[in-house]
T-cell receptor, first 116, second 113 residues
Framework: GAVVSQHPSRVICKSGTSVKIECRSL??????MFWYRQFPKKSLMLMAT?????????EQGVEKDKFLINHASLTLSTLTVTSAQPEDSSFYIC????????????FGPGTRLTVT | GENVEQHPSTLSVQEGDSAVIKCTYS??????FPWYKQELGKRPQLIID?????GEKKDQRIAVTLNKTAKHFSLHITETQPEDSAVYFC????????????FGTGTLLAVQP
C-alpha cells in the first residue's frame, strides 16, 4: 500500500512553454502533498505544501506564479511550471501524507524536466 | 529558519564494515526524524525513522539514535553490503498535520566489495 505515482516521468519542452506534472496517491487519500525540487547530487528542496481544497503554501523564494499548484482532490495534486526556462530544468518529486497525525511521507518516482 | 546539517557528504567503507552518518537540526520543536535512501534517479525510500520520545531504534542492520538535548541524530548501518551503496538523507519535522520535512544535504555511501 501507500503508492504515489507521478506523470510524466520525463518531459522535454521548449523555453516559454508550460508543463504540468501530476502526482497521484493510488491507494490512499492524501490530505496533504508536498512538492520538492532536486538538483543533481543535491538534497531535496521543499517548494510548497499542497492541501486539498485550499491554496498551496509556498516556501520562501519560490515564485507562486511560476509554479502553480492545484490540489483538486484527495488523490491528485498538480504542479504547472509556467513559461519554463532552462534554469527550471530539474528533478521534481512529490510526496503525500495519508492523514492528520500520520508522520510518514510517501514519495513519487519523480519527474525529470528538461527545458531547451 | 530551520536547518539540518549532515556529515559526511561522502563515505566509503569496505563490505562488512559499519557506516555512521550524523545530522544536526536547529528547530528545537522538531519531533520526527526519518532517514531516506535514494538510488540514482529513483525516489527516496524511508528506511527508518525515530520520534522524539525514543532515544534509539533498531531494525536489523540499521539503527538510529537521537540526542534531543544536543539536537543530534545518527544513522548506523552494520555489516554493510554493496547494495547499501546510495545517497542517504536525514530529515527533521515538527510532525502533525503539515509535517513539513527539512532535509539534510545527503551522504553518498559507497560500499566497496
Amino acid at each position: 500500500g501507500a503508492v504515489v505515482s507521478q506523470h510524466p516521468s520525463r518531459v522535454i519542452c521548449k523555453s516559454g512553454t508550460s508543463v504540468k506534472i501530476e502526482c497521484r496517491s493510488l491507494d490512499f487519500q492524501a490530505t496533504t502533498m508536498f512538492w520538492y525540487r532536486q538538483f543533481p547530487k543535491k538534497s531535496l528542496m521543499l517548494m510548497a505544501t499542497s492541501n486539498e481544497g485550499s491554496k498551496a503554501t509556498y516556501e520562501q523564494g519560490v515564485e507562486k506564479d511560476k509554479f502553480l499548484i492545484n490540489h483538486a482532490s484527495l488523490t491528485l495534486s498538480t504542479l504547472t511550471v509556467t513559461s519554463a526556462q532552462p534554469e527550471d530544468s530539474s528533478f521534481y518529486i512529490c510526496s503525500a501524507l495519508s492523514g492528520q497525525g500520520i508522520y510518514e511521507q510517501y514519495f513519487g518516482p519523480g519527474t525529470r524536466l528538461t527545458v531547451t | 529558519g530551520e536547518n539540518v546539517e549532515q556529515h559526511p557528504s561522502t563515505l566509503s567503507v569496505q563490505e562488512g564494515d559499519s557506516a555512521v552518518i550524523k545530522c544536526t537540526y536547529s528547530d528545537s520543536a522538531s519531533n520526527y526524524f526519518p532517514w531516506y535512501k535514494q538510488e540514482l534517479g529513483k525516489r527516496p525510500q524511508l528506511i527508518i525513522d525515530i520520534r522524539s520520545n525514543v532515544g534509539e531504534k533498531k531494525d536489523q542492520r540499521i539503527a538510529v539514535t537521537l540526542n534531543k538535548t544536543a539536537k543530534h541524530f545518527s544513522l548506523h548501518i552494520t555489516e554493510t553490503q554493496p547494495e547499501d551503496s546510495a545517497v542517504y538523507f536525514c530529515a527533521a519535522s515538527r510532525g502533525g498535520a503539515t509535517n513539513k520535512l527539512i532535509f539534510g544535504t545527503g551522504t553518498l555511501l559507497a560500499v566497496q566489495p
